[in-house]
């Protein structure tokens, strides 16, 4: 385990490490987004069929091949496990540097005197791009999460999978955006049913995990499988705590699954036992907004009286919060453009 200050003579060097399998159409743009910020390039290939390794190789990646156990931690262990340097970049086939990468080594160097941190990147996901902007149930065009993605030599992983880097060391964020396109319908489709069987590996040996049953919600909610991912969403909220940053996270796709099986009304009481827990959060108040306007389309007497005021009043707490990239899951827009239309929208539909 990485303690004490960071003196080094000569800059710290940094190595990007990776798994892989069959990442033929992306890897490429990965290697090539990182190169310049990086001191060298490590993959670990856990068995892939198609021209990845040929095509990292070609970059300029160190190789290995491993095969491959069921257990992401144990992958990601034999990666770093190939690197000498002290500080290492992770990242996925299916990610890219998309920000400032020399923002890496400006961290580093401006820590120095601080000693050792694990470094928290915002990952901005991308989805497909809504059919209509006041459709709830079309996707957005991407929410941000902040992971552990830089770690000093010595930090090691733990977890079969959606693994976490142990370490007591402070967690610092590192202004370098990472994207991250694994959520379109090509990548999603030739990952299906990867990340469920081991979660469900997983929950066998942990069934009461709160992280894992919200991850295995997640996994069937991607796939528009609601019905399964509210009992799943719901364990999870059983047992998570407080302060969790993915807590708020969880509580907006209870709600966004609850709508998609038309329990409008459980999904409004929810709304508000939970309102004083999410009031830092654009992304709530949008879906409390939705919410209110299905509520008045199903009740039309209380429209104008009751629902589309809340409408309003939610949309307008949206616009008041702005953008929260810092909070998990955050979704672009709800804190400002998609808030403005919606609110339009609902103006429009009154004066008629």
């Not at 743009?29 to 310049?36: I, V």
């Not at 290995?64 to 992401?72: G, Q, S, T």
């Not at 991912?229 to 708020?248: D, F, H, K, N």
Request: glycine content about 8%.
């Amino acid at each position: 385990m990485p303690s004490g200050t960071l003196a080094h003579t000569n800059p710290a060097r940094i190595a990007l490490v990776m798994i892989v399998r069959n990442e033929g159409a992306t890897i490429a743009r990965c290697l090539r987004s990182a190169r310049d910020f990086v001191d060298e390039m490590i993959l670990l290939d856990t068995g892939s069929t198609d021209d990845t390794v040929a095509i990292a190789s070609g970059l300029g990646a160190k190789v290995m091949h491993w095969a491959w156990c069921d257990d992401f931690a144990a992958a990601r262990n034999e990666a770093l496990a190939h690197s000498q340097a002290e500080w290492n970049l992770v990242l996925d086939g299916d990610e890219w540097i998309a920000g400032d990468g020399a923002i890496l080594r400006q961290t580093i160097q401006g820590q120095a005197a601080d000693g050792w941190f694990v470094g928290r990147l915002p990952v901005k996901s991308q989805l497909e791009t809504p059919s209509n902007a006041s459709d709830i149930a079309a996707p957005p065009v991407f929410f941000t999460s902040w992971l552990p993605r830089l770690l000093p030599r010595g930090v090691r992983y733990t977890g079969r999978i959606h693994e976490q880097p142990q370490s007591d060391l402070p967690r610092r964020d590192v202004a370098v955006e990472i994207g991250h396109d694994g959520y379109l319908p090509d990548q999603k489709e030739r990952k299906k049913g990867r990340n469920r069987k081991l979660l469900l590996l997983a929950l066998a040996e942990d069934p009461e995990n709160a992280y894992l049953n919200y991850h295995l919600g997640k996994d069937y909610d991607v796939y528009n499988q609601f019905p399964e991912a509210i009992p799943c969403y719901e364990l999870a909220l059983r047992s998570v705590q407080a302060g969790q940053g993915w807590r708020t996270d969880l509580i907006v796709r209870i709600l966004v699954c609850l709508r998609a099986v038309g329990h409008d009304d459980l999904a409004y009481q929810f709304a508000q036992d939970e309102m004083q827990n999410c009031q830092q959060s654009p992304d709530f108040f949008f879906l409390l907004a939705h919410l209110n306007i299905s509520l008045a389309t199903k009740n039309p007497e209380q429209a104008l009286g009751k629902y589309l005021p809340m409408a309003r009043l939610s949309l307008q707490f949206c616009l008041n919060l702005g953008e929260r990239p810092d909070i998990e899951g955050a979704v672009f827009g709800r804190g400002s453009h998609a808030a403005t239309d919606l609110l339009a929208l609902i103006d429009q539909s009154r004066a008629q």
